[in-house]
């Protein structure tokens, strides 16, 4: 089972840039696709961003679409999240998640671990 930890995020202003990491630990990271979520306080987890286990495959949200980026690094077992623009509606605990093998997915339910988030907030 893979460990994930985040970092990366803060308090910046809306139009601002953040970039999220996601590092990973305990098992191989390759064989792995990753995803990113968020949730902002009551409402409920949503995808944000995912790539396969060989970094292709990049599926994003909508919402975050031509603005946020997702890398990832094999060699240094971690994941990326570039986000742009922000606007206060993107603000919410990010999560990245891993999914052995396969592409990443919109769906939360087939990710089999997950970190355990940093706080993204965007002023107006």
């Known amino acids: 089972q893979v460990q994930l930890v985040e970092s990366g995020g803060g308090l910046v202003q809306a139009g601002a840039s953040l970039r999220l990491s996601c590092a990973a630990s305990g098992s191989t990271f390759s064989w792995y696709a990753m995803g990113w979520f968020r949730q902002a306080p009551g409402k409920e987890r949503e995808f944000v961003a995912a790539?396969?286990?060989?970094?292709?495959?990049?599926r994003y949200a909508d919402s975050v679409k031509g603005r946020f980026t997702i890398t990832s690094d094999n060699a240094k077992n971690a994941v990326y999240l570039q986000m742009n623009s922000l606007k206060p509606e993107d603000t919410a605990v990010y999560s990245c998640?891993?999914?052995?093998?396969?592409?990443?997915?919109?769906?939360?339910?087939?990710?089999?671990?997950w970190g355990p988030g940093t706080q993204v907030t965007v002023s107006s």
């Open positions: 790539t396969s286990w060989n970094g292709g495959n990049i």
């Open positions: 998640a891993a999914k052995l093998r396969g592409s990443g997915s919109y769906d939360a339910a087939n990710y089999g671990s």
